[in-house]
């Protein structure tokens, strides 16, 4: 089940949920590069390799950017796999589109809020562990989902679904129902390997400005926008 973290923030650019991790690697790799490097020195630098890389896949990267009126940002780093038009969702109670981002091992596995809001609901769902590429793995994989009422008069609600994938099998969300959320700000975090969804309302001037196979980053692509709200422009830093 998702993982609540209260203090989302960290003086180092760590994120604090991936300590553990980083912490048992570092004795456990340590050690093994320590005793093949007393054998035979080169045979020490896989082991360094692989400690470099969990504390890569750990990482949290400060972010600042100008959002404009109606703009969505994208709730993780990696590849866009799919942009679908849903004749119906349930949630947000209408046409919407759905945009699937696909997080690979060495991706930012931060997770960001898209907008401006209040946290309606936050729900988990048990399931399976498909390869976070494959099409039905958002519907069918372990899951956890945020319905986010934007900040008027951006339309809502919006979605935004965690999902696990085939390596991945633990999400973390410190956000809560109720919880106030500035577009870009860190939310959580899925470790090793995974797949984040953004639903959005479809409305007759709902711009989609990323396209499939194209890289985006959390808190910094704008990847929709949603045409004739007019609002003050934000800058976040997160």
């Not at 965690?162 to 959580?188: D, K, N, P, T």
Request: proline fraction near 8%; charged fraction near 20%; aromatic fraction near 8%.
């Amino acid at each position: 089940m998702p993982t609540e973290v209260k203090s989302p923030n960290f003086p180092l650019p760590i994120a604090p949920e991936g300590l553990r991790e980083i912490a048992i690697s570092t004795v456990i790799l340590g050690a093994l590069a320590g005793l093949a490097g007393w054998l035979f020195w080169p045979a020490a630098i896989p082991f360094a390799v692989v400690w470099l890389w969990v504390l890569s896949f750990f990482r949290d990267p400060c972010r600042e950017r100008t959002f404009g009126p109606g703009d969505l940002c994208a709730a993780a780093d990696g590849r866009v796999t799919e942009i679908v038009q849903l004749a119906e969702h349930e949630a947000v109670g209408g046409p919407a589109i759905r945009i699937g981002i696909f997080l690979s091992l060495f991706n930012v596995h931060v997770n960001r809020s898209p907008c401006a809001g209040t946290v309606r609901k936050v729900t988990y769902k048990p399931g399976r562990f498909l390869d976070a590429r494959h099409p039905d793995s958002g519907r069918l994989n372990e899951s956890n989902t945020l319905l986010i009422d934007p900040d008027g008069p951006l339309p809502g609600p919006i979605e935004v679904r965690q999902v696990a994938g085939l390596v991945a099998r633990r999400i973390i969300c410190h956000a809560l129902e109720s919880y106030r959320l500035e577009i870009g700000q860190r939310f959580g975090l899925i470790k090793f390997g995974s797949r984040t969804e953004l639903i959005v309302p479809k409305l007759d001037n709902t711009e989609i400005l990323v396209r499939v196979g194209e890289k985006v980053r959390g808190g910094l692509t704008i990847v929709a926008r949603q045409g004739g709200v007019e609002m003050g422009i934000s800058t976040q830093r997160t």
